[in-house]
Nanobody, 122 residues
Framework: QVQLVESGGGLVQAGGSLRLSCTASGVTFSNYAMVWFRQAPGKEREFVAGISGRGSTDYTDSVKGRFTIFRDNEKNTAYLRMNSLKPEDTAVYYC????????????????WGQGTQVTVSS
């Protein structure tokens, strides 16, 4: 039974930071790519960042230089460190997992966390 459990969301002012976490169970964690998507009300779910089983990373252009994805395989956890947050980062953030390689399309993923709300005030 694959489960992804997210935490770390909250409300911060613009310029602040948050660290999201996603802990996986039911998989051999090191064999799976871990990714973050986000979805704001009325908008499509969009790719934010991903890390492959080998540690290669991908970011959407809007977060490059501000967000960092990393993983701790010993803890079966992926993290998204978000710095210099902007109001346009406000969304529900979802982690997802698939075997080995990162894909940029949400439909590529079968396993999803429950979502965690990130709200950035101006």
């Amino acid at each position: 039974q694959v489960q992804l459990v997210e935490s770390g969301g909250g409300l911060v002012q613009a310029g602040g930071s948050l660290r999201l976490s996603c802990t996986a169970s039911g998989v051999t964690f090191s064999n799976y790519a871990m990714v973050w998507f986000r979805q704001a009300p009325g908008k499509e779910r969009e790719f934010v960042a991903g890390i492959s089983g080998r540690g290669s990373t991908d970011y959407t252009d809007s977060v490059k230089g501000r967000f960092t994805i990393f993983r701790d395989n010993e803890k079966n956890t992926a993290y998204l460190r978000m710095n210099s947050l902007k109001p346009e980062d406000t969304a529900v953030y979802y982690c997802a997992a698939k075997y080995f390689v990162v894909e940029l399309t949400a439909t590529s993923y079968s396993y999803w966390g429950q979502g965690t709300q990130v709200t950035v005030s101006s």
